[in-house]
């Protein structure tokens, strides 16, 4: 990296007072070698100042008195008991102050769901004793339910038809056939 | 004797409504500044200085002294201005309209002609590449520029490291010397 580049990124921060003793001064001295340095100093220095006083000229014109007697009468108002909690609130949950909210929601969500890999037969307000149908699964026109019981860990799975489509097949077998 | 912020803040927390009123006077106009830099209308800067300073009265129960009081206030005012730009919709004049009344009253000191259209240009584009800016870039530009605070200070102020501000300060300055650099 050459020195102007280097002298270049410093220059903002020698403006602020953020550099050491010896940083400040090899800055300095660059900038009083090097036209360019030199150049970028002024412009940095001209935009801080301007925007200086532009905003030093405007808050001139903030009068104490009327924005005193705003906030006074709005400290002694008395406040309905809703309002504290709205602004609790409002502060709780405003962004990015409930960022935290976010993965702690999901890590709770991940944790109840993967619970049933560590207690077979865990739902929400089941018995750990009771049957508990895990699945139905509906392939090429027959279902499957899985019941499990806890606590013999045995495990049924019972093969159906499913009694629409029997019923169907039955009327058009009926349909079919002749009579005798 | 002028008494210090902290004097002046346990007589707030003893209930001396004067004391307060005194931080008001001592502070008002530079919250303002910090606010008006990051909003775009003086109306809502008024505003949200207002609300800066009934929050901190709200609040000073719980100030410790853990930082000065200015970083304390401060940082009621940028989390503020941040959460009403983010909000804000509604928004008839920009910044730029609204401070038209400060650029002309600025320009009426002109001695040399030439030099005054200069700067008069860069006021009026200084203001709408600062309005450019994301709130953050703003926040740590206008805290540099207005108390000439610290990079710990400013960091403490947004809630965010010294290497943060420091490099959100740099983006920013290119940002407006990219756009600026006919005017300067």
């Known amino acids: 990296m050459t020195r102007c580049e280097d002298t270049g990124k410093s220059i903002g921060r020698w403006l602020d007072g953020e550099l050491n003793p010896a940083q400040s001064a090899a800055v300095c001295e660059h900038m009083s070698d090097c036209p360019a340095c030199g150049e970028e100093r002024r412009q940095l220095e001209k935009i801080e100042t301007t925007l200086r006083s532009v905003l030093v000229a405007e808050s001139a014109r903030v009068e104490l008195a009327p924005l005193w007697r705003e906030v006074r009468q709005r400290i002694e108002r008395k406040r309905a008991w809703y309002e504290g909690l709205l602004e609790r609130s409002r502060e709780l949950f405003t962004a990015p102050r409930a960022a935290w909210a976010v993965p702690v929601v999901i890590a709770l969500l991940l944790g109840v769901f993967s619970l049933d890999s560590y207690w077979p037969g865990w739902r929400f307000g089941a018995s750990r004793n009771s049957f508990a149908a895990v699945d139905s699964i509906d392939a090429h026109g027959r279902s499957v339910a899985l019941l499990r019981e806890n606590e013999s860990k045995t495990t049924v799975i019972w093969l159906y038809e499913d009694q629409e489509v029997e019923n169907e097949a039955a009327e058009e077998e009926s349909k079919s056939s002749p009579a005798f | ?184």
């Open chain 2, 1 to 184: 004797m002028e008494l210090t912020d902290w004097e002046l803040v346990r007589k707030c927390q003893a209930g001396e409504m004067d004391a307060f009123q005194e931080l008001v006077s001592r502070y008002h106009q530079k919250v303002y500044m910090v606010v008006l830099g990051l909003l775009r209308q003086r109306e809502d800067a008024m505003e949200v200085t207002q609300e800066t300073f009934f929050r901190a009265y709200r609040k000073i129960g719980s100030f410790q002294g853990g930082s000065t009081f200015y970083t304390w206030i401060y940082r009621i005012a940028v989390n503020i201005a941040i959460d009403a730009q983010r909000r804000q919709k509604r928004n008839p004049l920009d910044f730029r309209d609204s401070m038209d009344g400060v650029l002309e009253a600025q320009n009426e000191v002109a001695k040399d002609p030439f030099s005054d259209l200069r700067d008069k240009e860069l006021r009026e584009h200084l203001v709408k590449a600062i309005n450019e800016l994301t709130p953050e870039h703003k926040a740590v530009i206008v805290l540099r520029t207005i108390e000439g605070l610290s990079y710990r200070d400013i960091g403490e102020i947004l809630g965010c490291s010294e290497g943060t501000v420091m490099s959100r300060l740099h983006y920013a300055r290119k940002k407006l010397q990219d756009k600026l650099r006919t005017f300067l």
